[in-house]
């Protein structure tokens, strides 16, 4: 039986970071946040796994227009990018990659249910969709696909969840944009 | 089309606060290449209770998966059978720390404002409050804490939003 869902929405494209902190070598997390509020970037996606004793990791997603200050930040704090860890054996902390053309794919309302969760990201895999990460807010879940390949994940759900009749697109048809406040004279 | 916002707060206005005492915090490290299986593991999870907090991300070789399930779920009973089940995912480890709390707060539009994220961690850091998980997506940061520091980080989170 299908799952009923309000509705699927797409991001922009976006930057997708990870970087994997040990043993407190490499800049702090709040060192990396902090450079990129100053620089008025918004981080849409983010999470922190920090309960690992001395192993902390770091992913978030800023707009693909961000990637290059986004970037030149990360090198002035002395974080340059490794290759795509799938070549690889593993993480040696401290570590970072970055994925371009990344896009979200938000599923709402969850309802705290593990069945949306479980077998969109199983329908996904099972489909050959890399997942990069995921998380969930109040009551909706995004998950970090190839922005590419946005369209094909919707048509994976498609066996899995009815969506309302009228629903609306799935790119947006608009952004909002925050600006700093002028400062007072 | 763009709509523009300019947000004049010497302090961050939320829509509200909440916690959520006495949680476990489960991570499950696993092959990437499982992560179908380790969803599918979740799917079945469902007749069983709820999350308050799950996400996961690729490592290139491996996965890792956060979850705080919900907290009518805390019981011997209940962590028994999510061992049970994690152990089923091949090369899982899996880690359950206990007690933890769950402080949760949105706000408008803070997926597209910028300064959020720094705003809820920096305070904690400069206090010295270890942050075990955070997640933010949609409007909503989840942080998760030691039980025993839910106080303190309210106390902190006050000096960046308005609680």
């Known amino acids: ?36 509020a100053k620089a008025r970037i918004n981080i849409p996606f983010l999470t922190i796994d920090g309960g690992h004793g001395n192993e902390e990791r770091l992913v978030f997603c800023v707009a693909a227009g961000d990637a290059g200050m986004v970037e030149t930040l990360l090198r002035q704090l002395s974080l340059v990018p490794q290759q795509a860890l799938s070549d690889g054996d593993g993480l040696s902390p401290p570590a970072l990659v970055v994925r371009h053309q990344v896009g979200t794919l938000t599923l709402f309302p969850h309802r705290r249910s593990y ?71 | 089309m763009e709509t523009i916002a300019v947000y004049w707060e010497a302090q961050i206005r939320i829509y509200g606060l909440t916690e959520r005492r006495g949680l476990s915090l489960w991570t499950v490290d696993f092959p990437h290449k499982e992560i179908g299986s380790c969803a599918e593991m979740l799917a079945e999870l469902d007749a069983d209770g709820s999350f308050d907090l799950v996400f996961s991300h690729d490592a290139g070789t491996t996965g890792r998966l956060a979850l705080v399930p919900g907290g009518e779920d805390v019981s011997r009973p209940r962590d028994a059978l999510l061992w049970q089940r994690f152990e089923t ?28 994220a720094e705003a809820a961690l920096a305070p904690l850091r400069r206090h010295d409050i270890p942050i075990l998980a955070m997640g933010c997506a949609g409007t909503s940061v989840h942080l998760v804490v030691a039980d025993l520091m839910v106080e303190r980080v309210r106390a902190a989170l006050a000096e960046t939003f308005v609680l």
């Open chain 1, 1 to 36: 039986m299908k799952i009923a869902i309000g509705g699927i929405k797409f991001s922009e494209e976006l930057l997708h970071v990870l970087y994997h902190r040990a043993e407190g070598c490499g800049p702090a997390f709040e060192a990396i946040l902090g450079a990129l």
């Open chain 1, 115 to 185: 069945v949306l969760l479980g077998r969109s990201i199983a329908a996904l895999a099972a489909a050959g969709i890399t997942v990069h990460s995921y998380c969930t807010s109040i009551s909706a879940l995004a998950i970090n696909i190839d922005y590419r390949l946005l369209p094909r994940a919707v048509e994976v759900l498609h066996g899995l969840v009815d969506l309302p009749e009228e629903h609306s697109p799935f790119r947006p048809d608009f952004r909002i944009r925050q600006l700093a406040p002028e400062r007072s004279a």
């Open chain 2, 89 to 116: 995912i091949p090369g899982a480890v899996v880690t359950r720390r206990y007690p933890v709390a769950l402080l949760y707060l949105h706000g408008p539009h803070f997926q597209d404002r910028y300064g959020i």
